[in-house]
């Protein structure tokens, strides 16, 4: 999930880092290199890899993003370099960020056309340097709350919760419940997200609900479309 405003977080985010726009400092750490099973290529361009607009049910109503959205949204598991984190070792290492891939977001809204929550699915390729799922879940396991401050003071509390994965047809699989809280006391800003992921070879699946009501998450359709695009992903090995 991406800070893309300055007292909330973006629509488009992808299921997966808490990308802070606009930090400078570093966070510490090494990189944790894949398993041999993530560098087995799967062929095909992400892009026709990915599920289309018309895999999308009502009331969710889909458009795909540019490849460069993936590094301006990148994913609400992993918390990217240039944010200060507390405590520190929970931040994202170096190297970690999302690369262009491909990204597809489907955004439910109400009467008033205003969106009410949002499921994103996104597709990257690892490389040497990527956190396996493995890392990412040890490292969200030791870190159920984490506060994030960006260059201009803006302050997001963070609680992870480490849930079972769905039974799939992957190489491993993760399964986070998030929430994100920033603004005052009196009048928080808050966003509830669930997120599923899937390495399937070297391709890494993350489907994300995004909910700003406090409505209970759409598990079935989350399921569904991962489900459906880790599949589509095996047909092409």
């Given at each position: 999930?991406?800070?893309?405003?300055?007292?909330?977080?973006?629509?488009?985010?992808?299921?997966?880092?808490?990308?802070l726009?606009?930090?400078?400092?570093?966070?510490?750490?090494e990189?944790?290199?894949?398993?041999?099973?993530?560098?087995?290529?799967?062929?095909?361009?992400?892009?026709?890899?990915?599920?289309g607009?018309g895999?999308?049910?009502?009331?969710?109503?889909?458009?795909?993003l540019?490849?460069?959205?993936?590094?301006?949204?990148g994913?609400?598991?992993?918390i990217?370099d240039?944010?200060?984190?507390?405590?520190?070792?929970?931040?994202?290492?170096?190297?970690?960020?999302?690369?262009?891939?491909?990204?597809?977001?489907g955004?439910?809204?109400?009467?008033a056309?205003?969106?009410?929550?949002?499921?994103?699915?996104?597709?990257?390729?690892?490389?040497?340097?990527?956190?396996?799922?493995?890392?990412?879940?040890d490292r969200?396991?030791?870190?159920?709350?984490v506060?994030?401050?960006?260059?201009?003071?803006v302050?997001?509390?963070?609680?992870?919760?480490?849930?079972p994965?769905?039974?799939?047809?992957?190489?491993?699989?993760?399964?986070?419940?998030q929430t994100?809280?920033s603004?005052?006391?009196e009048?928080?800003?808050?966003?509830?997200?669930?997120?599923?992921?899937?390495?399937?070879?070297?391709?890494?699946?993350?489907?994300?609900?995004?909910?700003?009501?406090?409505?209970?998450?759409d598990?079935?359709?989350?399921?569904?479309?991962?489900?459906?695009?880790v599949t589509?992903?095996?047909?092409?090995?």
């Amino acid at each position: 999930m991406t800070l893309r405003r300055r007292h909330c977080l973006a629509p488009a985010a992808l299921g997966m880092v808490l990308a802070l726009s606009g930090c400078g400092s570093t966070i510490t750490g090494e990189a944790v290199a894949v398993s041999s099973t993530a560098q087995r290529a799967i062929p095909g361009e992400l892009a026709d890899l990915l599920l289309g607009p018309g895999d999308f049910s009502a009331p969710y109503e889909a458009v795909v993003l540019p490849p460069t959205a993936m590094k301006d949204a990148g994913s609400d598991l992993d918390i990217v370099d240039g944010a200060e984190v507390d405590p520190p070792e929970c931040g994202d290492k170096p190297g970690n960020q999302p690369t262009p891939g491909a990204i597809i977001v489907g955004t439910a809204s109400d009467a008033a056309k205003k969106p009410i929550s949002t499921i994103t699915i996104g597709l990257t390729r690892t490389t040497r340097s990527t956190e396996t799922l493995a890392a990412r879940r040890d490292r969200l396991d030791r870190c159920p709350d984490v506060t994030v401050t960006t260059k201009d003071g803006v302050t997001v509390k963070l609680r992870n919760e480490v849930t079972p994965a769905p039974p799939i047809d992957a190489d491993d699989t993760l399964a986070v419940k998030q929430t994100a809280t920033s603004g005052s006391a009196e009048k928080p800003f808050v966003q509830e997200l669930s997120t599923l992921s899937a390495q399937v070879g070297d391709v890494v699946v993350e489907a994300v609900f995004v909910t700003y009501t406090g409505a209970k998450p759409d598990m079935a359709a989350l399921d569904q479309l991962f489900t459906d695009q880790v599949t589509k992903i095996r047909a092409a090995e």
